[in-house]
T-cell receptor, first 114, second 111 residues
Framework: NAGVMQNPRHLVRRRGQEARLRCSPM?????VYWYRQLPEEGLKFMVY????????ESGMPKERFSAEFPKEGPSILRIQQVVRGDSAAYFC????????????FGPGTRLTVT | DAKTTQPPSMDCAEGRAANLPCNHS???????VYWYRQIHSQGPQYIIH???NNETNEMASLIITEDRKSSTLILPHATLRDTAVYYC????????????FGQGTRLTINP
């Protein structure tokens, strides 16, 4: 059973460009979470999604950030007009949902904004 | 979610048991104790969780005090690959919810 997959693993964007980060949950998992880890800081929750629904976006910055988890395909975290402060590692996790205790994390996408 | 307190860093000799403490004095009756770890820059890895009874799996043991205000994660025979940041998280059990990570304990296993 393949784990959580994220791509790309490394992404370099110039200021003002858009960044798209993809996450494919584990097979059978319908819940996806995005977390961000700024350099030398801890992990911070961003958003929690189920298929076609955003359940909790309390950790998402108010502007430029959006997330989706369509009926078909991976979950996408989109950052518009990136700034240097967006440089971080972005981790995706998945779970089966209300019947599960643990979340399984992907390897992360390291975004560097130049 | 209840706040947890962990020592910022610990050292342990390879082959010895590593005991990582966590204080969660404000834990509620329906909240579980979870442990995750993050090796270098990898994604966090689930280790173990428990409510009030001690738990053991292939990775570690979790000892929760009777009053549930603190717990200890035990890695019985630490190896160099166990060097990581260990996070103690308290949250309601089953259910799809976010994890709130603190600063964790940076455990270094020395040869």
């Amino acid at each position: 059973n393949a784990g959580v997959m994220q791509n790309p693993r490394h992404l370099v964007r110039r200021r003002g460009q858009e960044a798209r980060l993809r996450c494919s949950p584990m097979k059978g998992h319908s819940h996806v979470y995005w977390y961000r880890q700024l350099p030398e800081e801890g992990l911070k929750f961003m958003v929690y999604l189920q298929k076609e629904n955003i359940i909790d976006e309390s950790g998402m910055p108010k502007e430029r950030f959006s997330a989706e988890f369509p009926k078909e395909g991976p979950s996408i975290l989109r950052i518009q007009q990136v700034v240097r402060g967006d440089s971080a590692a972005y981790f995706c996790a998945s779970s089966q949902g209300i019947t599960s205790y643990e979340q399984y994390f992907g390897p992360g996408t390291r975004l560097t904004v130049t | 979610d209840a706040k947890t307190t962990q020592p910022p860093s610990m050292d342990c000799a390879e082959g010895r048991a590593a005991n990582l403490p966590c204080n969660h004095s404000t834990i509620s009756g329906n909240e579980y104790v979870y442990w995750y770890r993050q090796i270098h820059s990898q994604g966090p890895q689930y280790i173990i969780h428990g409510l009030k009874n001690n738990e053991t799996n292939e990775m570690a043991s979790l000892i929760i005090t009777e009053d549930r205000k603190s717990s200890t994660l035990i890695l019985p025979h630490a190896t160099l690959r166990d060097t990581a940041v260990y996070y103690c998280i308290v949250r309601v059990g089953r259910g799809a919810q976010k994890l709130v990570f603190g600063q964790g304990t940076r455990l270094t296993i020395n040869p």
